[in-house]
């Protein structure tokens, strides 16, 4: 089957640096997605990954290795509007593009 | 540009009604997908076009739930018989040639 774990809730200090972990278990694995999202608001796309390594997007920074079935997501320098839900997703082959989720990570950003 | 649209923002109906969602996609994007989101719960799927077919329904969770996409762009899911463990947010998605996906604000649907 498919399973993707991610903690429920992160708290961090604004101006800090954290970093949010994805391990999935998927047969046919064909990408990873990070997407951000506030309450009643639609998510909203931050990066993807499907070769190992590292990909830089200004604050923010996604890696991943397929051989262990992990990545995470690396916020820096944050700010209040951080504070949302940080979902990690992964596609598989022959499925149409469809996305798996985690339950997602719950960010507070405190002063 | 426009993103994806959906209708109603919110919905509250009565145990038992039948409800209709409507999902308007980024124009030129072919694929369409339809995810549920419970409280407390990941993104859910439940159903993707690719153009006005359903290659992939297997997320639908019972024969009470049906969807429809016409013109390879406007898509419905409709819930019959609403039950109160149907009450979520219904989410709505689109891609050009299954790629990035983005995503509507959703649904809020409430059974009574």
């Known amino acids: 089957g498919q399973n993707i774990d991610q903690p429920t809730e992160m708290t961090a200090t604004e101006g800090a640096i954290v970093q949010i972990n994805c391990t999935y278990q998927t047969s046919g694995f064909n990408g990873l997605f990070w997407y951000q999202q506030h309450a009643g608001e639609a998510p909203t796309f931050l990066s993807y990954?499907?070769?190992?390594g590292l990909e830089e997007k200004g604050r923010f920074s996604s890696f991943l290795s397929r051989s262990k079935g992990y990545s995470y997501l690396l916020l820096k320098e944050l700010q209040m509007k951080d504070s949302a839900s940080y979902l990690c997703a992964v596609r598989v082959y022959n499925q149409g593009g469809k996305l798996i989720f985690g339950q997602g990570t719950e960010l507070s950003v405190k002063p | 540009g426009a993103g994806v649209s959906q209708s109603p923002s919110n919905k509250v109906t009565e145990k038992g009604k039948d409800v209709e969602l409507r999902c308007d996609p980024i124009?030129?994007?072919?694929?369409l997908y339809w995810y549920r989101q419970s409280l407390g719960q990941g993104l859910e799927f439940l159903i993707y076009f690719q153009g006005n077919s359903a290659p992939d329904k297997s997320g639908l969770p019972s024969d009470r739930f049906s969807a429809e996409r016409t013109g390879g762009s406007v898509s419905t899911l409709t819930i019959q018989r609403t039950q109160q463990e149907d009450s979520a947010v219904y989410l709505c998605?689109?891609?050009?040639?299954?790629?990035?996906?983005?995503f509507g604000a959703g649904t809020r649907l409430s059974v009574l």
């Open positions: 124009s030129g994007h072919t694929a």
């Open positions: 990954n499907v070769l190992d």
């Open positions: 998605a689109s891609s050009r040639d299954k790629n990035i996906q983005y």
